[in-house]
């Protein structure tokens, strides 16, 4: 089994860029294209499912059941914090409803009370609406026979994309499952199978394609310009694409850190906002100039993070493993090597 360092690599990146993200909301200045470390994260995602259900003999309902004992117990516990911060006072601003409460920890998109948005009581949760939405329609494709499953998969994606431009749907439900944004997931499965495939370009243009899919989100970063599933999901293909070039060709550089906390990247999402909070509140009482209240409060975020991957995330992982009988949980990024072309 080849473990894949360039994936690990753009976790982190992703992960990383949404902190910082977040963090210069909270200090008063911005890094906007931080927030296409999520189209990174779909893109990732599709490719992982769909090469381990070619590599591995799984059933639908064992798929999905992987996927929701990754997700749901780590989300269930930062939702729960957010209700019981809201309750006590320490989220002043928050206001809860028992439909917006129920429908947060069942991931239903529902409208926040707290702006209209569609968000869940974790702010950050609205990815993982669309994460359970393609691992159940994934686990529905794998009824069928494995040829067919891409086929499947696209034209199911295809046409609730279209539908939601035609539509424009003001319903949380269809808002969400028929934005452009689920296309991601498709390309992602797609990327998948041409790996499989060993049909990855050379290394130069794997280098080509990363450099001028980070020149690309520099762009949108600074123009503001192409900010939109169409511009940034490509920008996340070509990316992981030039990547798994790289990584066929053993140019990746091996790092313990940035694989380390790609690993923690799932808790650093969940849990970084509730130490940016905490940052931004103390340098607001303390003055703290901008660029400092940055600084402590992405280095907070990711330190909050990997605690709990440490503390919460890694122990749960080994108790669905013992549970599983010792089998590797769905979410490794630890592939079989391609047939080379």
């Not at 968000?119 to 067919?148: D, H, I, K």
């Not at 049909?199 to 762009?219: D, E, H, I, W, Y």
């Not at 999901?233 to 140019?251: I, K, M, N, Q």
Request: net charge positive; aromatic share 12%; hydrophobic share 55%.
């Amino acid at each position: 089994m080849k473990k894949l360092y360039g994936i690990q690599y753009l976790r982190a990146a992703a992960a990383l860029g949404v902190v910082v993200f977040h963090a210069a909301e909270r200090s008063g200045s911005h890094f906007v294209i931080g927030a296409a470390g999520v189209d990174v994260f779909f893109v990732i995602s599709g490719f992982i499912m769909w090469v381990i259900s070619q590599k591995r003999e799984m059933t639908p309902l064992g798929f999905f059941g992987d996927r929701l004992k990754r997700i749901v117990p780590i989300y269930w516990m930062a939702t729960a914090a957010m209700c019981i911060g809201a309750l006590a006072g320490i989220f002043p601003n928050l206001t809860l409803t028992v439909a917006h409460v129920v429908d947060s920890f069942l991931f239903i998109p529902h409208r926040s009370p707290n702006g209209g948005h569609i968000w869940p009581v974790l702010v950050q949760g609205w990815t993982l609406n669309y994460e359970m939405f393609f691992y159940a329609v994934f686990a529905c494709v794998l009824f069928l026979p494995s040829g067919r499953r891409l086929a499947a998969l696209a034209v199911i994606f295809l046409l609730l994309a279209g539908g939601g431009w035609l539509l424009d749907s003001r319903n949380p439900l269809l808002a969400t499952y028929t934005n452009p944004l689920i296309l991601e997931f498709l390309l992602g499965a797609l990327i998948g199978r041409l790996w499989l495939a060993g049909r990855m370009p050379s290394a130069k243009t794997g280098a080509a394609l990363v450099v001028f899919s980070l020149c690309g989100f520099a762009f949108v970063g600074v123009t503001l310009k192409g900010f939109s599933p169409f511009f940034l999901g490509p920008l996340a293909g070509l990316l992981v694409v030039g990547t798994l070039a790289l990584e066929d060709a053993d140019r990746v550089v091996r790092s313990r850190l940035l694989s380390y906390i790609g690993d923690g990247s799932y808790s650093i999402y969940l849990w970084h906002t509730f130490a940016i909070s905490v940052v931004a509140k103390a340098a607001g009482f303390l003055h703290f100039p901008a660029a400092l209240t940055l600084v402590l409060s992405v280095c907070a975020g990711l330190l909050i993070g990997l605690l709990l991957y440490e503390l919460v995330e890694k122990d749960l992982a080994r108790r669905l493993r013992a549970l599983l009988r010792g089998d590797r949980p769905a979410e490794a990024v630890e592939l079989p090597d391609p047939p080379r072309s």
